[in-house]
């Protein structure tokens, strides 16, 4: 077999099972892009493509024979032999678990949130079949943050992906954001939780708001249903800085 | 052949979901020929009655009344629907929820008062501390997320309860449609 050429390098292949298929995929390769090579489709909601992988949603959780452990498909590496399960009746039930407690945890109320329609945690529920959150709701008192001149911070909506933090950091280069706090008290914060408008790191530039996955960062003046998240230049920056090295 | 007894029930919620219901137009019509409503806001029965084979319920359980009607609903009725994010997640009157209970009537009835400031102790049932969704009080067959959920999904709904079928509602609605 012709070993894959990247960058005029030889780079090792593996070969692997995912749900029955056989594939190989370069060394380098998680399971999740292993998977999504080859047309298989695994739920994600903390990744973002031009992003660094951190786990942390574990919507992506898959199974892998002899282990007794599930394991995230984004910080995964293909193994020789490996053989994966992305679909099985325990990662369902689990998936299904993981959403319907993001919702229970926070106040997601969608009918009247900026992204109501365009959010990546409400499509995701929708594409899994949840009707209804079987955990009792926390309506936790938390706060919206809206010191910022032309930003919201609003803690009812966050799912603590992470993706703003990654983002300013990986590529804004600011590192603004961070999280403090543990379990369910956790919270993004901006400098050391101080308020957003009056940070002296943060550059205004806004990509944390574009690839927030929900309502909790968006542009002020915006309404129900009315913010719209740019991503498209996420890729492209992270393509320039690659060539560039 | 007797026709299916079909009821809706209105908590709190802000009756969109039975303006919904009205959107149905003239499938209403059509809808009277294969069920006998025989509760509803919309119909003049004053009181829930036996036997209800399929109900509609629209709101959270908010109040003493809400909590009263929706275990007399769920005595006397075969097939209990959750209609709306109110009725299933709880949605906007659970926006009140993190503030206790006193802080809020305060608000409502002092401090947003014009006149006459008093907590009403007549024919406004008291709130309970939390609103909260239906099935957390008694067992819920369909959840029909939505606000409102479409006059299409509610039809949806009603015709595949009425021929005996459990509706699929897989890209038919969501949280906040």
Redesign the interface.
Known sequence: MAQPIANGQIMAAKTLTINGKHLSAEESATVLEAASEAGIEIPTLCRLEGLSEVGACRLCLVELTGSSKLLPACVTKVAEGMEVKTDTERLRRYRLMILELL?AER???????VV??LCDL??L??QL?I????F??L????SVDASHDRFVLDQNRCILCTRCVRVCDEIEGAHTWDVMGRGTNSRVITDLNEPWGSSETCTSCGKCVHVCPTGALFEKGRSVAEMQKRREFLPYLKLMREQRK | MNKPRLATAWLDGCSGCHMSILDLDERLIELARFADIVYSPLVDAKEYPEDVDIVLVEGAVSSDEDLKKIHTIRRRTKTLVSLGDCAVTSNVPGMRNRFPIDSVTHRAYFENAQFNQQVPRQVIPPLLPTSRPVHEFVKVDLFVPGCPPSADTIHFVLTELLSGKAPDLTNKTRFGA
């Open positions: 919702f106040n997601h109320v969608c009918s009247v949130c109501n329609g409400q499509s529920a929708q079949g009707t209804h959150v079987r009792p709701y309506y936790p008192k938390v």
